[in-house]
């Protein structure tokens, strides 16, 4: 079998075009444009070109970007400050701090400093307990962006067995949540999960968040399965990602590319999250 590939450009692509409209529904209703406030410490190479992407989705989309880059040695207490004042600012509906933070500010404690309405990444315990209770919440934007890439090739998620590698906090345990709140069967997998093996080869549905470059072999893939590659991994000057392309491309019947998968619908989840966040605060 030669799988189908998930556009994440093109679907990233449409969900963008929603979202130019809705953002000029609210600037239309209210009188000012839905506003999104993004927070950079220190110059990490990787982080300037997040930050950049996303600035640019916002001006694409119609959403008004309010962007502090702030020097290497910000003091925590004035980062916070800063996240204070965008908390009490009405054109401000979502506030992004860019992670990693320098050595010595304490990311937990700016994480919860971010009013959960204003949670654009959907990083704040407000935002992570609702995901875990099933309330409405701000999801984080690359599990959310997952589960859309996974309802756009039709495929049910209901009744699946769905096997994540990777439990971290901001991708793994997430999109498990997400993916139980979709009627999938879920198992999460780790660096101590005994033959993973055994796992994968269970996945109708395999979300890869390892990082660790090809990491999911094709042997490691069960026939048909739908294949989801979070991994963004670097090396001699090119993205690979958590799955080897190639092998899993024979056995899934649909696989995300790297790039072109996930990572586009991570930053069309965040201008999501901040227009309907946008929305929200208006009682809608
Ligand atoms: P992370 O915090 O480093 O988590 C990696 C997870 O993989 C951990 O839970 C770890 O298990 C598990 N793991 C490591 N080695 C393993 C092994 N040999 N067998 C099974 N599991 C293993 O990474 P992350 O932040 O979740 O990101 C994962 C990947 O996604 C990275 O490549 C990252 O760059 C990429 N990413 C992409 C996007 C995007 O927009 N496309 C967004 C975020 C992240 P333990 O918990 O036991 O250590």
Same mark, same amino acid.
């Given at each position: 079998?030669?799988?189908? +590939? ?29 506003? #999104? ?44 400050? +800063?996240?204070?004042? #965008? ?22 404690? +700016? ?19 609702? #995901? ?62 005994? =033959? ?32 989801? =590659? ?5 090396? =001699? ?17 649909? +696989? ?29």
């Amino acid at each position: 079998m030669s799988a189908k +590939i998930i556009d994440g450009k093109a679907l990233s692509a449409s969900i963008r075009e929603q979202m130019k409209g809705e953002a000029e529904r609210f600037e239309n209703t209210y009188g000012r444009k839905v506003g #999104l406030a993004v927070i950079k410490v220190g110059a990490n190479p990787a982080s300037e070109v997040y930050v950049r992407n996303k600035i640019k989705a916002c001006e694409e989309v119609g959403v008004k970007s309010f962007s502090y880059n702030l020097p290497e040695e910000t003091a925590e207490a004035d980062i916070i400050d +800063i996240i204070d004042t #965008l908390n009490g600012d009405e054109n401000v509906d979502g506030i992004l701090v860019q992670l990693p933070l320098p050595k010595g500010v304490n990311e937990k404690r +700016i994480l919860a400093r971010i009013l959960p309405e204003k949670d654009a990444d959907g990083f704040h315990a407000v935002n992570a307990g609702g #995901l875990m209770l099933g309330l409405p919440c701000t999801k984080p934007c690359t599990p959310a962006g997952i589960i859309e890439l996974i309802k756009s090739t039709g495929v049910s998620i209901a009744g699946k067995n769905a096997v994540v590698i990777g439990r971290s906090n901001i991708v793994g345990k997430p999109a498990a949540m997400l993916l139980l709140a979709e009627n999938a069967t879920v198992t999460i997998c780790h660096s101590r999960t005994a =033959d993973l093996k055994a796992h994968t080869l269970n996945a109708d549905i395999l979300v890869a968040a390892v990082g660790i470059k090809e990491f999911v072999t094709g042997d490691m893939v069960k026939d048909g399965a739908v294949v989801v =590659d979070v991994g963004m991994n670097r090396a =001699d000057g090119k993205l690979y990602g958590d799955v080897n392309y190639p092998e899993a491309s024979e056995k899934a019947s649909y +696989i995300t590319p790297v790039p072109g998968g996930v990572g586009p619908m991570t930053v069309t989840m965040l201008i999501k999250n901040t227009v309907e966040s946008a929305f929200r605060c208006k009682g809608n």
